[in-house]
């Protein structure tokens, strides 16, 4: 017996009279449907559950089921690390009611996520009144996921304002910034109260790039929708598309042949090569640091030429399949010649780019203690990625729920603990190095074996968890299909949407010049975010 | 001090030489997908394929223009995503080309269309369908006059901001790109600029979500006259994948009017430049040329 059917028979011991106890189609999920007499009791079995298996929160998902069975169901996703399992708590809703108990007051990772339940189910959880992810001119009792409406339905804007929260006092102003930004990057809006120079409160508004993703998901077939999972968030775009494929493999109990497997993990770590040195870049140019911004973007540009070289397209769009990937990246002399070259050659600038770096005392000065999370505030806040790496969270999916060919590789998983700029900082540079030697660990592993394996049709009405640890964090996907096979419902759980909430945290007392280096220490995605 | 003095002279001229040269892709780049009309017989394989119906098969029931006996076959490159279902799922018409440049001030030109014959032997092809000549767009009724007053007024300095009308962040990385060493748009004299107030021309990426539509609207109006608008990417031009929904636009010409669209998904960084320049007008001629000699090798080789 192994600890996992131990977890399952421990459950099934201390809650078998409240809950009934289900394996998943995959085989590290476990589905625990809460009796609808024991509804009141969930923060405290979550917050139980929680607290028995050292778990972390991963995701909510709401679903409207009332096609199915006439109810709407809510799913907690937990994770148990070391033991790779997901504990799935299942509760049911009354469509007339549509009220459950908020689990936010014991696990407080989960506020974003039953606000946004709120917004878009009208299933209300959590007694927060301001809206989240939908903006004040959308109308009240609209709620766009529910299967009665339509995708492409006009919605009339109504008149309404933004609920900042504002902080009053002498002295004490607000500065308003987006959603159009000074650089190029996403819309979003951010509300600062200083005091002086220093930041005493922040508010994001985000979902400005709403785009209705999981909405347009629904009735479309899983092989079309990879092509919407890469755009989801564009500098995640194969993680983003794997995720998803995960899934569907999941659910299906597809096998991926070895050789994609090697495949797809080389992709993972040259997305998060390209995204990790432009974030290195741009963190240096936001301190004044040009030279060493420069060199970092051209290792960049060098990291995209040499994907568009591998796979046609330089942010690794079109690779993801349902099955394995759709071409070989090492089918060529070509190819593997530019691979291994390229890798060497930033490599060694890398090193000595960091050398550079950390020989500069205006860098670290600007770096040092800039935009603290303290590891106690980021665990409470169930932060994960890098951001969550630097704050002393040792949370990493390619080692707690092994995916891809990272069972087989050799993994070191840098941790830090001041939770400033410079550790985020420090956590990059580290994985960069790692990543160049998972890579090299990759090296001519099963290049003769098939890329991708036939594909019977999706089964009907199953589901299953897909996830990845992306470069920013863990992306991790939850797909139900309908009675054909294709999309019924898609969640979408992008890292961003766990750390959002942290930045706050992260800026209070630092002057708003530092602000763009903090934001861009944690990069999140607005898209990813919004959906 | 000294090692970063070393540093900057040690690396010497990183930056590319366009537009005088331009980098050929590399084999497996997807660009361009170019459809033998002639050898087609409008099976609608590549459009069951086409994850944006960029390329799609129409007949009476969808345009009661089209005759009963007939089947009209369209390939869009303003919402293409260059994604290769298309020529993989039929190598026989469907060839991928190297073809990146397809910037165009014509919406309308971005879209190929032809006639197919249903007959008992299967359809035939019949003729290209000429895209209808465009005559409400400012830019084509001044025509070259236009062209010059722009060239004059933007031709030496322009000041872009960039809107990100809600893309994904794809195009935003290629976008940041042109800052780099290698794509150095300053060169040009094009510089990116931190206000609306103080640029020439917005740039932008992404379907116009819902919620960013009064931004776009209102970054519009602020910024001064005359301006140009660059439309970026497959969402941009038509929605992309995204299309029309309660979130979606569907296009950044449903808001505010486009002088110049650059397909792709997203486009190169060489793209980008090239659409860019092609906007106020300093992409060389004799480049242009070159390009058309291009488009014919890609289409002799489906021949």
Redo the contacts between chains.
């Keep these: 017996m192994d600890n996992r059917e131990k977890i399952s028979i421990a459950i099934q011991e201390g809650y078998g009279q409240r809950m009934t106890v289900r394996e998943g189609t995959a085989r590290n999920e476990l589905y625990l449907f809460l009796k609808d007499e024991y509804l009141s009791g969930l923060p405290e079995i979550c917050s139980n559950l929680f607290k028995t298996f050292k778990a972390s929160f991963v995701t909510l998902i709401p679903n409207d089921e009332r096609t199915i069975n006439g109810r709407f169901c809510v799913y907690y996703v937990l994770s148990i690390p070391h033991e790779d399992l997901f504990l799935i708590l299942c509760v049911s809703v009354d469509p007339r009611q549509r009220e459950i108990p908020s689990i936010s007051t014991v696990i407080d990772a989960a506020t974003w996520f039953e606000r946004e339940m709120k917004d878009w189910y009208g299933v209300v959880a959590f007694p927060n009144v301001r809206n989240h992810a939908t903006h004040p001119d959308w109308p009240e009792d609209v709620y766009p996921m529910l299967k009665d409406f339509h995708r492409v339905t006009q919605v009339p804007r109504v008149k309404g304002v933004f609920d900042f929260r504002h902080v009053e006092g002498e002295g004490v102003f607000e500065i308003p910034v987006g959603p159009v930004h000074a650089g190029t990057i996403e819309p979003g809006h951010f509300r600062f109260t200083v005091a002086g120079e220093p930041i005493i409160n922040l508010d994001i508004k985000l979902f400005y790039t709403h785009k209705g993703t999981e909405k347009i998901a629904e009735g479309m077939t899983p092989h079309r929708a990879v092509f919407l999972a890469e755009r989801i968030s564009g500098d995640s775009s194969f993680a983003h598309a794997l995720a998803f494929c995960h899934a569907v493999e999941r659910l299906s109990g597809i096998e991926v042949p070895k050789r994609a497997l090697v495949i797809r993990t080389n992709l993972l770590e040259l997305e998060r090569l390209h995204n990790h040195l432009g974030d290195i870049g741009a963190m240096l140019l936001d301190v004044g640091f040009a030279v060493g911004a420069q060199w970092a973007f051209r290792l960049k540009e060098q990291m995209l030429q040499l994907n568009e070289v591998l796979t046609g397209s330089r942010l690794l769009r079109g690779m993801a399949a349902i099955g394995g990937v759709r071409r070989p990246i090492e089918d060529t002399a070509h190819k593997r010649e530019s691979l291994y070259r390229t890798l060497d050659e930033v490599n060694k600038e890398f090193v000595k780019l960091v050398d550079l770096v950390m020989s500069t005392a205006s860098v670290l000065d600007r770096f040092e203690t800039t935009g603290r999370l303290k590891p106690k505030n980021a665990s409470r806040m169930g932060m994960v990625g890098i951001a969550a790496r630097a704050s002393g969270i040792n949370r990493d999916l390619r080692r707690d729920h092994p995916h891809c060919a990272y069972p087989y590789l050799t993994l070191k998983v840098p941790v830090h603990s001041e939770g400033d700029v410079l550790a985020r900082f420090n956590i990059r540079v580290e994985e960069v190095r790692e990543s160049f030697k998972l890579i090299d660990q990759l090296h001519h592993q099963h290049v003769n074996e098939e890329i991708i394996s036939t594909i019977e049709a999706i089964p009907p009405l199953r589901q299953a968890l897909g996830y990845v640890e992306g470069w920013r964090g863990e992306i991790v996907h939850w797909m139900m299909t309908d009675n054909g096979g294709n999309i019924y419902r898609w969640k979408i759980t992008d890292p961003s949407f766990h750390n959002w909430r942290a930045l706050k945290l992260a800026v209070l007392n630092n002057i708003v010049p530092d602000f763009p280096v903090i934001n861009k220490s944690f990069n999140l995605s607005y898209s990813g975010n919004d959906r | 001090m000294l090692?970063?003095l070393k540093?900057?002279l040690s690396?010497g001229v990183?930056t590319n030489s366009f537009p005088a040269t331009v980098s050929e892709?590399?084999?497996?780049?997807?660009g361009k997908p170019v459809i033998d009309f002639a050898r087609c017989t409008a099976c609608d394989k590549c459009a069951a394929v086409c994850?944006?119906d960029a390329i799609s098969v129409q007949t009476s029931q969808h345009d009661p223009s089209i005759p009963a006996n007939e089947k009209h076959l369209s390939i869009s490159y303003g919402d293409c995503?260059?994604?290769?279902e298309c020529a993989a799922a039929c190598p026989d018409c469907i060839t991928e080309t190297k073809v990146f440049f397809l910037a165009s001030a014509n919406k309308e030109s971005l879209t190929l269309r032809a006639r197919y014959r249903s007959e008992p032997t299967g359809d035939r092809f019949l003729e290209m369908v000429n895209p209808p000549p465009v005559t409400s767009r400012e830019t084509e009724v001044l025509g070259n006059e236009l062209r010059k007053r722009i060239h004059k007024t933007f031709g030496r300095s322009l000041h872009i901001?960039?809107?990100?009308?809600?893309?994904?962040?794809?195009?935003?990385?290629?976008?940041?790109?042109l800052?780099?060493?290698?794509y150095d748009i300053e060169r040009f004299g094009i510089h990116?600029v931190?206000?609306?107030r103080h640029a020439d021309m917005l740039l932008v990426t992404?379907?116009v979500?819902?919620?960013?539509e009064i931004?776009l609207k209102q970054?519009y109006e602020a910024t001064p006259d005359p301006k140009l608008v660059v439309a970026v990417g497959a969402c941009a031009i038509g929605g992309?994948?995204?299309?029309?929904?309660?979130?979606?636009c569907g296009g950044v010409d449903t808001v505010v009017p486009v002088d110049v669209y650059i397909p792709g998904?997203?486009p190169?960084p060489e793209a980008l430049l090239h659409g860019i320049l092609l906007a106020i007008d300093r992409y060389p001629a004799n480049r242009l040329s070159t390009e058309e000699t291009s488009h014919k090798r890609g289409s002799k080789d489906t021949a």
Excluded: H, L, W
């Design positions: 090692k970063i540093q900057s690396t990183v892709p590399p084999d497996g780049f997807r994850p944006t995503i260059f994604c290769g901001r960039e809107v990100d009308a809600g893309s994904c962040n794809g195009c935003e990385i290629e976008i940041t790109a800052n780099n060493a290698i990116f931190a206000s609306p992404g379907p979500t819902r919620n960013m931004a970054t992309g994948i995204f299309g029309k929904s309660y979130a979606s998904c997203p190169r």
